[in-house]
C-alpha cells in the first residue's frame, strides 16, 4: 500500500482539497453537449471481493498480463506499452499491432465499484475495461470501460459500439462510414478534465444497470448510459496503460446495488 498515495487521497489539507475542486469541477462544467454528472454515487457498495496493495514482489495468480508489460515496483504496479509499434508480417513472424499494456483480474461482476490511485508518469493514457469472453457480440468479449487521458475521461460502450461486430464490419464498406460514425458517436461519452503527471489520484467506478460514473478524487467527473453497460456478467476487469508510464496501487471491487433502474 503507498503511504503517499494514502496521504494524499484519504486526508488532504483543505489547500490540497480546494485545488482539486478548482482543477476538476470547472472542466466538468465545459462538456456541454453532455449531461451534467450526477453528484451523488449511482451505486452502494455491498460485498468487498477483491482488494489488492502490491505489497509482494510478484503479482498474484488471480492477475494475468494480456498484453506487456507489468511488474510491481517498490509496493505499486509498473506499467509500460511494450508493444508501442506496429510490424507487418514476414515469413513465419506474424504482424503485431501496436497496443496498450493489458492486465486482466478474474474477478466477475455485475453492478460494481471498482477503485483504484493512479498516477501518469509519461502515460498517454490509463483505463479500467469489462470482459466477458463469453459474449458473441462484440470482439474479445469487450464489454465497456473507461479511459483517463490528463485531459479528457471518455467512456465507451464496448459492447453496442466499437467492439460490436455489425459495427466493426461496416469498417469493410466505405459506403457505410457515415452510418458507422453515427453509431459510434452514440456509444460514448467525452468530458474535459486537468490532471497532471506525477500526482496521485483516486480514481472510482462505478457500475449500475446501463449507468457508468466515475469519480476523481471524490469528485464526479464523468457519467454515461448505455445499454452495452448493462451487460449482465462482467467476468473480468482490466487495467490498461498507454504509453509510458502508468502507476496502479490500492485496487479495491465491491459487487454493488444500483440506486436506480435502467434509464429510457
Known amino acids: 500500500m503507498s503511504n503517499r498515495a494514502v496521504s494524499f487521497c484519504c486526508s488532504r489539507t483543505r489547500f490540497g482539497l480546494a485545488l482539486a475542486l478548482w482543477t476538476l469541477v470547472p472542466a466538468v462544467g465545459l462538456a456541454c453537449d453532455q449531461p451534467m454528472v450526477q453528484a451523488g454515487p449511482v451505486a452502494i457498495k455491498r460485498e468487498l471481493v477483491f482488494t489488492e496493495d502490491f505489497s509482494a514482489d510478484v503479482l498474484g495468480q488471480i492477475w494475468q498480463v494480456a498484453i506487456p508489460a507489468f511488474e510491481v515496483k517498490a509496493g505499486v504496479l509498473v506499467g509500460i506499452?511494450?508493444?508501442?509499434?506496429?510490424t507487418t508480417a514476414a515469413g513465419d513472424r506474424p504482424e503485431i499491432r501496436a497496443?496498450?499494456?493489458?492486465?486482466?483480474?478474474?474477478?466477475?461482476?455485475?453492478?460494481?465499484?471498482?477503485?483504484?490511485?493512479?498516477?501518469?508518469?509519461?502515460?498517454?493514457m490509463m483505463d479500467v475495461q469489462f470482459e466477458d469472453r463469453t459474449c458473441a457480440e462484440a470482439r474479445n468479449g469487450h464489454i465497456s470501460r473507461v479511459q483517463i487521458y490528463l485531459d479528457r475521461v471518455v467512456i465507451f460502450d464496448d459492447r453496442d459500439g466499437w467492439m460490436n461486430n455489425r459495427i466493426l464490419a461496416l469498417s469493410q464498406d466505405p459506403t457505410k462510414r457515415d452510418?458507422?460514425?453515427?453509431?459510434l458517436a452514440a456509444r460514448r461519452a467525452v468530458y474535459p478534465v486537468k490532471l497532471v503527471e506525477a500526482r496521485w489520484y483516486c480514481l472510482a467506478v462505478e457500475t449500475a444497470v446501463d449507468l457508468m460514473r466515475i469519480t476523481i478524487d471524490g469528485l464526479p467527473v464523468a457519467q454515461f448510459r448505455s445499454s452495452g453497460i448493462a451487460h449482465a456478467r462482467k467476468a473480468r476487469i482490466g487495467f490498461s496503460v498507454a504509453g509510458k508510464t502508468g502507476l496502479l496501487d490500492d485496487v479495491r471491487v465491491w459487487r454493488a446495488e444500483p440506486l436506480s433502474g435502467p434509464g429510457p
Open 99 to 124: 497496443h496498450p499494456a493489458v492486465i486482466l483480474l478474474d474477478v466477475p461482476t455485475r453492478d460494481s465499484v471498482v477503485e483504484a490511485k493512479i498516477r501518469f508518469e509519461g502515460a498517454s
Open 179 to 183: 452510418e458507422r460514425s453515427r453509431l
Open 81 to 86: 506499452q511494450a508493444r508501442d509499434k506496429s
